[in-house]
């Protein structure tokens, strides 16, 4: 199946995007850091930041990247769009008026991979995209691009250790699965990543909340 728009079209939505929001990306860098300082804290606060990050990366990218943006090559956006307003939504309503959701930093297999996600969205991904001719302003940056900031979510999701709610998985593993099909016809190599991350983190995620739910039933 083929896309509705071609490779240098959706370069080009980029370089149009990243100049409008400038200097943005240096500002989702920082909450990035101040949410790897916050996982460390495990602390209701702490958790309502690290949440409140996540929701407005998502909420940020549905709104300015596919509804403003992507939608004028590609009208499917305005439904990636409403998923992406979606899971901010599910995530405000979990971790902070719920608190169904919080974190802490373990030396565990979970914390381990959720590392390498992170790290990888953070550095390793926008350093395979300038090797490979998508430095800025063509570069799908960290926070402000999906999926980059779909396999970071995935990362601190996996740093959870309390977790009442699945549902706020969904969609980020319905991305990893969209945009790694864009990603083979558009040969975005570095975005290669996010059907490892969408899998792999999935399952983990899932796997955690059995075993957090089970501990909980047997208190």
């Known amino acids: 199946m083929s896309l509705p728009f071609t490779v240098r079209e959706f370069m080009n939505v980029f370089k149009v995007y990243n100049q409008s929001i400038w200097p943005m990306q240096i500002v989702f860098y920082l909450l990035g850091f101040l949410v790897l300082l916050f996982l460390k804290k495990n602390k209701k606060s702490s958790n309502k930041i690290v949440v409140g990050i996540l929701s407005f990366y998502w909420l940020w990218i549905g709104i300015f990247y596919h509804l403003v943006n992507f939608s004028s090559i590609n009208k499917m956006a305005y439904v990636f769009g409403a998923l992406f307003i979606l899971e901010a939504l599910i995530m405000l309503y979990a971790g902070l008026i719920k608190e169904y959701i919080s974190f802490s930093f373990n ?4 914390s381990i991979i959720g590392s390498i996600f992170i790290i990888y969205s953070m550095v390793i991904y926008p350093l395979i995209g300038y090797f ?13 691009a999906p999926c980059p900031t779909a396999i970071f979510t995935f990362g601190v999701l996996l740093f959870a250790n309390k977790i009442i709610i699945k549902h706020l998985i969904w969609i980020p ?17 570095e975005d290669y990543g996010l059907l490892i991350a969408g899998i792999v983190g999935t399952l983990m995620f899932l796997s955690k909340y059995k075993i957090v739910r089970g501990e909980e039933f047997e208190k």
């Open 107 to 110: 030396f565990d297999r979970y």
């Open 132 to 144: 490979l001719g998508h430095g800025y302003p063509f570069s799908p940056g960290f926070g402000v």
């Open 173 to 189: 593993l319905i991305w990893s699965i969209i945009g790694t099909f864009a990603a083979i016809n558009l040969d975005i190599k």
